[in-house]
T-cell receptor
């Protein structure tokens, strides 16, 4: 049972490049989340998916798109990366509304 | 949204109890208080949560005041591995809103 896994662990992009961050969970959780964390700051919610087939915007969705591919996987796409998107990105999942969230190890993204 | 206020940083001697306060004066009746911590740059780790009763688990205790406007996380016997940023969060629906937390340093 690996929990929540994220790939890649590190990524460097140039401004304007695109990429997809992958997240998978093997806990049969219904809800999945994407957060970003800037230096010295708390986590901010980008998008979430309460169940397979649904996605909703969080606090900072601009510049991102998401896909809930199936129950296990929830990807985050940057279509045209900007330096302001340099951050650490965390994926999380939760079984039901009343349960706690479990977080992945993070993806450290630098946009030059 | 219910917001939380925490001290920026705290120190605690190893082996002592660490008491981390949190103010959430605008909390509504059905909102839970959650505590997470983040060690170094790892993903946040769940510690404990509660609604109005005090809670205890293998990691910590959570004391919530009767008016629910504040709470205290207690790590009963702090170790060096408890050095981390601790986040007090009031949950709103699907969303966890993280503040900047308290940086707890355990002193040998």
């Amino acid at each position: 049972n690996a929990g929540v896994t994220q790939t890649p662990k590190f990524q460097v992009l140039k401004t304007g490049q695109s990429m997809t961050l992958q997240c998978a969970q093997d806990m049969n959780h219904n809800s999945m989340y994407w957060y970003r964390q800037d230096p010295g700051m708390g986590l901010r919610l980008i998008y979430y998916s309460a169940s397979e087939g649904t996605t909703d915007k969080g606090e900072v969705p601009n510049g991102y798109n998401v896909s809930r591919l199936n129950k296990r996987e929830f990807s985050l796409r940057l279509e045209s990366a900007a330096p302001s998107q340099t951050s650490v990105y965390f994926c999380a999942s939760r079984r039901t509304f009343t349960d706690t969230q479990y977080f992945g190890p993070g993806t450290r993204l630098t946009v030059l | 949204d219910a917001k939380t206020t925490q001290p920026t940083s705290m120190d605690c001697a190893e082996g002592r109890a660490a008491n981390l306060p949190c103010n959430h004066s605008t909390i509504s009746g059905n909102e839970y208080v959650y505590w997470y911590r983040q060690i170094h740059s790892q993903g946040p780790q769940y510690i404990i949560h509660g609604l109005k009763n005090n809670e205890t688990n293998e990691m910590a205790s959570l004391i919530i005041t009767e008016d629910r406007k504040s709470s205290t996380l207690i790590l009963p016997h702090a170790t060096l591995r408890d050095t981390a940023v601790y986040y007090c969060i009031v949950r709103e629906n699907e969303k966890l809103t993280f503040g900047t937390g308290t940086r707890l340093t355990i002193i040998p």
